[in-house]
């Protein structure tokens, strides 16, 4: 069993930057991949990033490429989402999210635990 909780959520300007955390409990975090995912109001879940249980493997949204990068520190049990250069379309919940296995994807139904959810706004 695994409970994230995210924090690190905010309101900042458009171009601005903003971290996520994720800090997560449980003995296994190092061998889950893990996924940041975001619902904007009105709109369904959508991926973001994920990162390998090693670390040596991240994906990305093509929206979000080059502007979003995902970490984790597997002795914190943590993982982060660094998100630069922002705009107003991500403006979103963003949630955090773990997978039982060494490698995950963008499908919502490959995660088995989820956090709570960070409110991050872009203003224009």
């Known amino acids: 069993q695994v409970q994230l909780v995210e924090s690190g959520g905010g309101l900042v300007q458009a171009g601005g930057s903003l971290g996520l955390s994720c800090a997560a409990s449980?003995?296994?975090?190092?061998?889950?991949?893990m996924g940041w995912f975001r619902q904007a109001p009105g709109k369904e879940r959508e991926f973001v990033a994920a990162?390998?249980?090693?670390?040596?493997?991240?994906y990305y949204a093509d929206s979000v490429k080059g502007r979003f990068t995902i970490s984790r520190d597997n002795y914190k049990n943590t993982v982060y989402l660094q998100m630069n250069s922002l705009k107003p379309e991500d403006t979103a919940i963003y949630y955090c999210?773990?997978?039982?296995?060494?490698?995950?994807?963008?499908?919502?139904?490959?995660?088995?635990?989820w956090g709570q959810g960070t409110q991050v706004t872009v203003s224009s």
């Open positions: 999210a773990g997978s039982p296995t060494f490698y995950s994807g963008s499908y919502y139904y490959e995660y088995d635990y």
């Open positions: 449980g003995r296994t975090f190092s061998s889950y991949a």
């Open positions: 990162i390998s249980w090693s670390g040596s493997s991240t």
